[in-house]
């Protein structure tokens, strides 16, 4: 019997590059790997499913779940996360010394349901008080004027979204037209960081420490979803894929923790290491239902919250039955 051929994208990370190239397999399936930007996989697949499997935005997975469109399931696979609390840039005149003086603020993002402003914004509501209904949030493209979101959405009344269609969220920061921007790049212009701009955050690695140490909680970004015509086809691929990802995983690890070598080109790569297991565990990036519990029912929550879906996922609804857990390897 011929192997399955399958397209995947996703981004080439050290945790998916075994698959990239060929050093892990998935049983049975012949894996044909594209690496692209996240945002241009995500446009891609939740606009035109032109993939059978991808990396895709946690948030957007959520609406599109509750929504059955586009149609696509999901394995607990986690191909990106990262904590946000770096992400927060604002303008010096505005006022902002800390969180809470966001309360009434301009803030731009290039797309309301992006998952880094979902995670911003409920770690904004929990530990500091400032809910999303509280700003005036400014949508459209940091760079390049006329982002759109990728998925439509329909938000309540209390939450006061602009589109900025003509303009960037750059231009606007730099003549003072928006107070902050959410968003993984540090505003700039012609090459180079947007001056009076600064980061909320500036120890943010201490802030983030102590927020995972309060809340257990490593912000998941993305996901990896099958098209669900695709999985109802063959739904043993979900297996096959966890594991896959699984052992790409087990063997970034050990290349990652092999002494001796200096495989990064850091040259405090090893204490750096250290620090994050000290500070997050050995499985600093686990797969499966069981260890994201809490990130994953935090992420459902604050979509419900911030009118993004109009009810709580429970994290067993999110995945397919048969890829609930990670497969021991």
Not at 107 to 127: C, H, K, N, S
């Amino acid at each position: 019997m011929a192997n399955l051929c399958l397209s995947l994208a996703c981004g080439r990370y050290d945790r998916t590059e075994a698959l990239f190239r060929g050093a892990v397999r998935p049983e049975a399936i012949e894996l044909t790997c594209i690496s692209l930007p996240p945002h241009e996989i995500f446009w891609r697949m939740s606009r035109f499913e032109e993939f059978d499997v991808s990396e895709m935005s946690l948030s957007s997975y959520l609406i599109a779940k509750e929504r059955g469109q586009p149609r696509l399931v999901a394995i607990p696979v986690f191909p990106l996360r990262s904590f946000r609390h770096s992400f927060i840039f604002v303008h010096e005149n505005a006022g902002i010394k800390k969180p809470e003086h966001l309360k009434g603020k301009r803030v731009g993002v290039p797309e309301y349901q992006m998952t880094a402003a979902l995670w911003v914004r409920g770690i904004l509501q929990d530990f500091y008080g400032v809910s999303a209904q509280e700003m005036r949030w400014f949508v459209g493209g940091q760079e390049q004027a006329g982002r759109t979101e990728r998925l439509p959405i329909e938000l309540p009344p209390e939450i006061d979204v602009t589109p900025v269609t003509g303009d960037t969220l750059n231009a606007m920061l730099a003549r003072q037209e928006l107070d902050a921007i959410i968003s993984p790049r540090f505003p700039r212009a012609n090459g180079r960081p947007l001056p009076r701009v600064r980061r909320l955050f500036e120890n943010y690695k201490e802030e983030e420490q102590k927020y995972y140490k309060a809340a257990g909680i490593f912000p998941i970004m993305h996901t990896v979803v099958i098209r669900e015509e695709l999985y109802n086809r063959h739904p043993w691929i979900a297996a096959q894929l966890l594991r896959a990802f699984q052992e790409a995983k087990q063997l970034w690890y050990s290349e990652l923790m092999a002494q001796g070598v200096l495989r990064i080109g850091l040259p405090w790569i090893a204490q750096t290491i250290e620090e994050t297991v000290e500070c997050l565990g050995e499985d600093f990036w686990p797969y499966g239902l069981t260890a994201n519990r809490p990130t994953l029912e935090a992420a459902a929550r604050y979509s419900y919250q911030q009118g993004l879906t109009h009810r709580c996922f429970t994290p067993e609804e999110l995945f397919v039955a048969n890829a609930l857990e990670e497969i021991p390897v």
